[in-house]
């Protein structure tokens, strides 16, 4: 027992402890520990964060082209043999697009209808959306009165790339038009809408959405 006790003992006085490397390494490797998880739930934070940011401005999108896309579809003409678009500028911050659509049911008449580009920065814009009424109740139409304006789409990228473009297929091939007017008149039967809304404006690398939408104009022919 007394020699047992002795070893116990010799024991006990070679026990040194914990140095201060060990310590050291100890709290170098639990801060490398936690620094990682951070990071990881920094990157699905973040994640989950674009994803929900993408949706958004995909419910946007898609609010604001169905808006567009009912209203094209009714597009009328002002007169007989006159244009079914009276504005198609196709891309750049002058994009525009102008017809006419007898949708307000207390309207005096077609109202004219405007998409075009406002604020834009170097790469981003605003789509917006003008609508005026009839100055009258009779033909011939008019429209000299203050319009209403809202924006449709932020942050929707200027390029590059085509914000409206008409498409005929007359000649048996498509033939494309990216710029027209009542001098240089808007003849097809369809118009492609290509929008590119950027998420997050912030963050320089995230992926666009990219919405397209083919609409038959319905009164063309």
Known sequence: MEREFLVLRSFLKDESGI???????????????????????????RNVSLEEERAAALTDVQAGMADL?????????????????????????????????????DAAGPERYRYFLTGCTVTHCSLSREIKVADSATPPWTYTGAGTTRVVLNDVLRGPGTLFVGADWTTGSEVLTTSCDLTSPCVFDLIKIDVRIDPDPNIAAEEALSIHHEVRLRNAR
């Not at 490397?21 to 951070?38: D, K, N, Q, R, W």
């Not at 597009?75 to 500028?89: K, S, Y």
Request: net charge negative; glycine share 4%; proline share 2%.
């Open 69 to 105: 896309t009912a209203e094209l579809r009714q597009a009328v003409r002002l007169t007989a043999d006159g244009p079914i678009v009276e504005v198609l500028e196709a891309s750049g911050a002058t994009a525009e697009l102008v017809f006419h659509s007898d949708r307000a049911e």
């Open 19 to 45: 140095s201060l490397a060990e310590v050291l390494l100890a709290s170098a490797m639990a801060s490398i520990i936690a620094t990682a998880f951070l990071v990881i739930f920094s990157g699905v934070s």
